[in-house]
């Protein structure tokens, strides 16, 4: 079993864990590195919730604020933009793949 990042709804509020092998935990909003949505992620648009979510993935899956920072508005737009409103998973090899196209992308 992986490591994996899941996305659901519980009560009607979106809620995003850490899955390390079976042991959960909450995502790290990172509300102290960019301040996007204090009320939390939010997935399948383009809006501010989002872009926090993108960011804190980004955070984790990198292990580098800067770089995060730098990349998690085309990361928000090219992968948390697209997931399915009722709930997804992520795996942290998928997200650092779609990070090195958006860099070269970036780079071209």
Do not use: C
């Amino acid at each position: 079993m992986t490591t994996f990042y899941r996305g659901y709804r519980e009560h009607g509020t979106a809620r995003v864990v850490i899955d390390d092998k079976g042991r959960t935990r909450p995502l790290p909003k990172q509300l102290k590195l960019f301040n996007h949505s204090p009320t939390g992620f939010e997935w399948g648009y383009g809006g501010s919730g989002p872009a926090q979510l993108a960011l804190a993935i980004l955070v984790h899956a990198l292990g580098d604020k800067d770089r995060a920072l730098r990349l998690h508005q085309k990361f928000k737009w090219a992968v948390v933009a697209r997931l399915p409103a009722d709930g997804w998973m992520l795996t942290p090899e998928v997200v650092l793949a779609r990070v090195q196209e958006i860099e070269q992308e970036t780079a071209a």
